[in-house]
């Protein structure tokens, strides 16, 4: 089998205002990087757009009009300071969402051994009735809930190694048991949750703050002595992770100091987990990353690791 890469040029339709990280610009780095002739193998699949049900999975309807009602026919609308929406970003937002649903259906069904989504806006900060940090659905919460509703899976574990903690997440799956979130991510820094006294209402949250300017030997350290082992005992059945490549020494967002190979290895382990319990079942999509070429580095190097695990 090989590995599936979702995208959709809807992704470029998502405009925001001139300056703001979150452009455009990542989309192209992406598709960029994973144009070169070692990505020829790659299945490549167009991202479906989602339908209101697969929303709903963790939003409500309340949630999901305002954010329709908020897509303006010209120039942006602000949902937060830092989040704003124009004419394209609700197909986009939904083709990311649907590029997330399709890979758990392919990987389950056996079509790939494991996907990247290559999708934005990304979707880790939004939260049950907030869209917030760039972010409009919860895209990785709602692909574990379609893995458990829809296909009727058991433990689905949520991976996340965004620097900034994936609070929309971890409040989409406080109150699923059948779920475990684990994150690390730099503390102090934005959004402001994540401490380890977070732990979800079945005991399902786990997350482990890294202090600034910690370096890749530390990650290493506290993902090999924490989350890994707690992973391992969940023995889950899907493997979803939240694919954040801000937590490198070039990002402009933030202060933690991995690099490239540290991507690499971290994906590496985490194939690891997905061998020894869910038949080397993953999904990823992809959340930060704002210095472009350590993004398009870093991209390459987690989808290198997943094309060689899915051959």
């Avoid at 994906?267 to 080397?280: E, F, L, R």
Wanted: net charge negative.
């Amino acid at each position: 089998m090989t590995t599936a890469l979702y995208s959709h040029a809807s992704a470029l339709g998502h405009v925001t205002p001139p300056g703001h990280p979150e452009s455009t610009s990542r989309y192209e780095a992406v598709q960029t990087a994973l144009s070169d002739a070692h990505f020829r193998s790659l299945d490549r699949r167009e991202a479906p757009r989602a339908d209101r049900g697969e929303v709903l999975r963790c939003h409500p309807e309340s949630y999901l009009a305002k954010v329709e009602a908020a897509i303006p026919a010209t120039g942006w609308a602000s949902l937060d300071g830092d989040t704003h929406v124009m004419a394209g970003s609700l197909e986009a937002a939904l083709r990311g969402l649907g590029g997330c649903c399709a890979a758990v259906d392919a990987v389950l069904a056996g079509e790939a051994s494991n996907a990247f989504v290559a999708m934005r806006p990304p979707g880790h900060h939004a939260e049950t009735e907030t869209a917030m940090g760039f972010c409009l659905f919860g895209n990785a919460a709602i692909a574990a809930k379609r893995a458990l509703d829809h296909h009727g899976l058991s433990r689905v574990a949520v991976l996340d190694f965004d620097v900034h903690h994936g609070n929309g997440t971890q409040d989409l799956l406080w109150n699923e048991a059948r779920t475990l979130f684990a994150s690390s991510h730099q503390m102090p820094l934005y959004p402001g949750s994540g401490s380890i006294h977070e732990t979800g209402a079945h005991d399902n949250v786990l997350n482990v703050p890294l202090a600034p300017m910690t370096g890749g030997v530390e990650m290493r350290r506290a993902w090999a002595d924490m989350i890994l082992p707690a992973v391992d005992d969940f023995a889950p059945e899907l493997v979803i992770i939240s694919a954040g490549f801000d937590a490198h020494a070039a990002d402009p967002l933030a202060n933690l100091n991995w690099s490239t190979e540290d991507f690499a290895w971290l994906t590496k382990a985490i194939c690891d987990v997905a061998d020894a319990h869910s038949k080397g079942r993953l999904v990823s999509t992809l959340e930060g990353g704002y210095d472009l070429n350590a993004l398009a580095a870093s991209v390459a190097a987690h989808v290198s690791v997943l094309m060689e695990r899915g051959a």
